[in-house]
């Protein structure tokens, strides 16, 4: 499904696409989890209703020149004005050119890295009743265990499971496995620092001032939310779907998987597996950054495929305004001319309420 937040009467609508249809609650008093039914044996074929047909004239690219930029965050916090500068721009090119880079030397521990995605994994293999403590019924729960999409409604499921968790302004984490919400808290803390520290480089990469993103962006009250994916083994790979094709609705988000590959990435209308550097950070950029910079930086399709080799774990912390902060183009970026502005003004409240339905709140 498709969401356009273009509202503007002079704007083109610019369909900001995301894979999350307005949902109605999840009250399924036994749901399975995916890693149940995938483990439970003999498994020689998927279930019909993972069958996922992909348009087979989509191709996936295969040029080796062209691959997702590398960026060093080091020689942003150097102190080198002219290596400062320097980054500034290249980070630009891959907003602009890519919406998805690679981010090395970024300053979170290998060790801090390794043990949240350890809990992640460890998560999804506690047993059946230990996972539906917490099971999400409502789309808005803070904390949200479950399969696919929405198995009461998705007509085609997705192969996989997650668990979703609001984690600032509030920090809502299950208490079990053990240790997991104390190194997830630090993982998100050093996140959200590291998307602060991005986002004024990305405002410069603008011509915007650099603290423009943090301030009307509102980042002391960021929404930021953890989501964990596991893509069990899949006997057909080929036809079943991980995560179909979606844009992230926040600002930016930060992605880190367990070694297993399985994200492709849409760039000038072909499909690239992504294969991520050790302990690097796959950053893209969200529907909102689209909005703000008046469509310079667009929101990259994006997917997950599976495989029948092993279990793929991912982790995406996506890092968004406030939920009261009213997101509109930088007067800056908007010239009634040659750049009108392409996204009438919504706030982010607003925007989720579109994808999620409306907030209990
Ligand atoms: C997401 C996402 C990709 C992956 O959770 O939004 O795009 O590889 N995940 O799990
Ligand atoms: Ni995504």
Known sequence: LSLSL???????????????????????????????????????????????????????????????????????????????????????????????????????????????????????NQTEEEKREFEGKHMWDPIRFGTSLNPKKDKVFFWRDFLKLLVHPEFHFPHKPTGFSEVAFEYCKRTRKLARDLLKAISESLGLEECYIEKTMD???????????????????????????????????????????????????????????????????????????????????HRAVVNNKATRVSLAVSNGPSLDTIVSPAPKLVNSESHPPAYAPIKFKKSLELLFGPSKH
């Open 6 to 124: 273009s509202l503007s009467k002079m704007a083109t609508a610019v369909p900001l696409v995301s894979q999350l249809s307005p949902e109605t609650p999840l009250h399924a008093p036994k749901l399975t989890s995916l890693k149940s039914l995938a483990e439970s044996g003999a498994l020689t074929s998927i279930p019909s209703n993972y069958a996922y047909s992909t348009n087979p004239n989509e191709l996936v690219g295969s040029d080796p020149e062209d691959t997702i930029p590398v960026i060093d965050f080091s020689l942003l916090t150097s102190g080198d004005s002219d290596q400062r500068s320097k980054i500034i721009q290249e980070l630009g090119k891959a907003c602009e050119e890519w919406g998805f880079f690679m981010l090395i030397n970024h300053g979170v521990p290998e060790c801090l890295m390794k043990a949240v995605m350890d809990g992640c994994a460890e998560f999804f």
């Open 219 to 301: 980042l002391d009250s960021s929404y930021q939310v953890f989501n964990t994916n596991l893509y069990p083994l899949c006997p057909q790979p080929e036809l079943a779907i991980g995560l179909p094709a979606h844009a992230d609705y926040a600002l930016i988000t930060f992605l880190t998987q367990n070694e297993i590959g399985g994200l492709q990435v849409k760039h000038n209308g072909e499909w690239f597996d992504v294969n991520v550097l050790p302990n690097a950070i796959l950053v893209n950029t969200a529907d909102h950054l689209e909005i703000l910079s008046n469509g310079k930086y667009k929101s990259i399709m």
